[in-house]
């Protein structure tokens, strides 16, 4: 099994910053693309940042500029940095990773818990 544990949430002004952390342990094998989603209330989930194994990086447009995403391959974790909130990033926060299994060797998604982010003075 794998577990993505997620860190880091909380309330925040507008202008703020918060760092969102996620650590993955378990039968772990390699991960390829790690990311983080977020989900507003009523709305779908939806892609804020995603990293590769090698470093490469993809944004939504509308955080580009204002987060910064990076990963540690020796701890397995991805953290996010949040700069220039907005009430608008408001959401849960969840972390994503595509990882092959050790033993069966085979790749699949796993979620984090989430994380509650709430911009609001």
């Known amino acids: 099994q794998v577990q993505l544990v997620e860190s880091g949430g909380g309330l925040v002004q507008p202008g703020g910053s918060l760092r969102l952390s996620c650590a993955a342990s378990g039968s772990i094998f390699s991960i390829n693309v790690m990311g983080w989603y977020r989900q507003a209330p009523g709305k779908q989930r939806e892609l804020v940042a995603d990293i590769t194994s090698v470093g490469m990086t993809n944004y939504a447009d509308s955080v580009k500029g204002r987060f910064t995403i990076f990963r540690d391959n020796t701890k397995l974790t991805v953290s996010l940095q949040m700069n220039s909130l907005k009430p608008e990033d408001t959401a849960v926060y969840y972390c994503?990773?595509?990882?092959?299994?050790?033993?069966?060797?085979?790749?699949?998604?796993?979620w984090g818990q989430g994380t509650q982010v709430t911009v609001s003075s």
């Open positions: 994503n990773a595509d990882v092959r299994s050790r033993g069966t060797m085979r790749s699949r998604d796993y």
